[in-house]
């Protein structure tokens, strides 16, 4: 976490530790510090203050925005095939439409006019991928959305994009956008969805109607008053990071690429997000690869997920068109705000040698 979350969450687990809700004096803290929360977020965002919904993360953010949205305009939910599972499987479970990707990660515009209608009810495309990295053209989705579902609402998993992209610029066109805290240097279990005004959303949990009743539960009051620090670093002192993330992103590729025969960068780096980095290192079990970069202090991604002992090929990879041996192959470093030279050389060091192991 960013030192300036963990200082502004520290008193609301201690002396003001009361529940925003109450009516006594122990609460009236905790109340401002929401409120005034609630207003930096918005800002933030691109929002208004009513405009923000607390959640507990981006994956609560996305099934209130999907499932809320669905329930006050029955129809068909929409989503490109590189969404977040979280989008996803809420999709699914709607009976929804899977779009497919081009090659990049990024929605196939085409194949989505094609799928939009008078009965769509909600499209869910993300900022950025949390896989590769790539960034998507929210304005030209949105065009495409407003012209062939003018009455349909479209949100946006910024999820993977408040660290390094103006969210409150790019999501601008979306009714509804979900960031979740620790992809950007707060907590985890807190995120939040903003819900444009005039967009009917129906709750998804029930209880003592926090949030104008769009989204019932105490108050996470050290996990928001969290994030709102941690969103006023990240937008304070984005722009540098980026440029120094993004050199220490482009010494790695370039050296993993330079260093291991045969390997390939996965997606255009032009269109990524700074922090990502996936390279693919054909004849290398990603598995494999990861046990023994763990050994050494590198703690990577791989391409895959492990599902009932069976290895799956990203889905991510899969919709970009890559075979499930290349998806089998892959490899994802992913730098932060944190990251240093030094964390560089240890994987430029650590990478090329375990792949060469495996590849003996
Ligand atoms: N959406 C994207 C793009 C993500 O990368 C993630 C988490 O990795 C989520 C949603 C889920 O967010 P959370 O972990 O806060 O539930």
Redesign the pocket.
Known sequence: MRPEAVTAMLPFLTEHYGNPSGSHAASRHARLALDEAREEVAAALGAQPGEVVFTA????A?NLAITGVHACRPGTVVCPAA??H??LHTCAALGGRVVPTLSDATIDLDALADALGPDTSVVSV?L???EVGTVTRLAEVAAVVRQHAPNAILHT?A??AFAWLDVAALAAPADLV?V????FGGP??V?ALVVRTGTAIAPIIHGGGQERGRRSGTHNVAGIVAMEAAMRATIATRKDTVDRVASLRDRLADGLLAAVPGAVETGPRRSKVASNCHLRFPEVESEALLILLDREGVCASAGSACASGAIEPSHVLVAMGLSAAEANSSLRLSLGTASTNADVDLALQVVPKSVAQLAD
């Open positions: 993360g981006g994956t609560e996305n969404e977040h979280a989008v993300m950025a991928n949390n998993d999820v993977q979900s979740s805290a620790h992809k985890k279990g995120g």
